[in-house]
């Protein structure tokens, strides 16, 4: 890195946190990879630890991060279901040598969604819904390259779906399942289990499709891995739900979609700020 500045993206999931180095906006270095701190005390260390490595003698201009919870405008975190140790945090108190490097911290599976539609699974498409279940289970609408703002009041992982009252986070999220199983949901193998999953999932698609409308549907996350939620059994149980199929897809970056969206989100501002 010969050059005096450089920007950092992050992605904090509610396993792991991945950070990388950028420069000229147009790659990521090879991300820092550990697992996420429960109290933003420790997480924060670790991320401000990350940071000035990469920096060292350079200058930080911007900071793009993505996280799994609702942050305000203000860079704080007001709602964190998977990470609660984190609510009330604020990002701008990170110590950077460069104290007018510009922070902005989006909705995790916002970014990643980005990252979908920029470089992945959902190019092509004007309008694309991209759908996470993982720990929790989240979702974002990208319109022409954009998170849509106005689409964030939707939670997807939150709607009421079956008679007895759960949430379908509760239904099929890696971290409620593992509360009621006892174990792991990976170490589960039973085709009738997870094709229930892919049901339960299809079934809250209906609403996600009757409220933004998308061209595509995007479905990554932890659970949809090889051992977990088929994507064309979703597509099976969906089919005779709605009368017109938006084309589902399978998420195709992987665990550095959250990366690929801030790189994208990066590069808008840079864009914005030349113009």
Known sequence: MNDNHMDIIFDIGGTQ???????????????????????????ISQLQDCIEQYAQCESIVKIVGGFPGIVDMR???????????????????????????????????????????????????????YVTVSTGVGGARIVNGQIDKAAQNFELGKQIIES????????I?????????????ESITDDIFWDEKARLLATGLV???????????????AMTHDVG????KVKEHLSPMILSMPVIKKASLGDMGGLHGALAYLRKKKYNSHS
């Open 17 to 43: 946190t991945r950070v990388a180095a950028v420069k000229n906006s147009t790659e990521f270095f090879e991300p820092r990879i550990y697992p996420t701190p429960q109290l933003s005390n420790d997480g």
């Open 75 to 129: 860079n704080v975190v007001m709602e964190a279901p998977n990470l609660t140790g984190w609510v009330g945090f604020n990002f701008n108190d990170l110590k950077l040598k460069n104290p007018e490097a510009n922070i902005y911290i989006e909705n995790d599976a916002a970014l990643v969604g980005l990252g979908e539609a920029t470089v992945g699974s959902g190019i092509g498409y004007e309008v694309q819904a």
């Open 164 to 171: 007895k009252g759960e949430s379908l986070e509760n239904l």
């Open 173 to 185: 999220g890696g971290r409620a399942l593992e509360v009621k199983l006892g174990k792991g949901p």
């Open 207 to 221: 609403t996600l499709i009757a409220k933004w409308n998308p061209d595509a549907i995007v479905i990554g996350g």
């Open 229 to 232: 939620i088929d994507v064309e």
